[in-house]
């Protein structure tokens, strides 16, 4: 129901684009969020944005390089990643919640995720 695109490999210093498409229901109005796994981590929470766009969330991991916007359109959502760090190798999730929840534990919907590497 969440399709991610747009990961690969990109080096320190360096940008990529996430994209998600929703596929089965559209989303609107729904609060959507990225959410990334490291190999051997815990997953994290590091942006959401609302469904009228107005508001958004950052993890302190990521805030002020990475961006989160949404297209509603489409209801796609994409995360601008800028300034990559090693540290952000991961596993990135789609993710979305009908409710009022803007952790991991509150969304309902889950892309199968895409890979995004960085290095050094």
């Known amino acids: 129901q969440l399709k991610e695109s747009g990961g690969g490999l990109a080096q320190a210093g360096g940008s990529l684009r996430l994209s998600c498409e929703p596929s089965?229901?559209?989303?609107?109005?729904?609060?959507m969020a990225w959410v990334r796994q490291a190999p051997g981590e815990e997953r994290e929470f590091i942006a959401a944005?609302?469904?009228?766009?107005?508001?958004?969330y950052y993890s302190d991991s990521v805030k002020g390089r990475f961006t989160i916007s949404r297209t509603n359109a489409k209801n796609t959502i994409n995360l601008q990643m800028d300034m990559l760090k090693p540290e952000d190798t991961a596993v990135y999730y789609c993710?979305?919640?009908?409710?009022?929840?803007?952790?991991?534990?509150?969304?309902?919907?889950w892309g199968k995720g895409t890979q995004v590497t960085v290095s050094s």
């Open positions: 993710a979305a919640t009908y409710g009022n929840s803007w952790t991991e534990e509150g969304m309902d919907y």
């Open positions: 089965g229901h559209s989303f609107t109005l729904a609060i």
């Open positions: 944005i609302s469904g009228n766009g107005e508001r958004t």
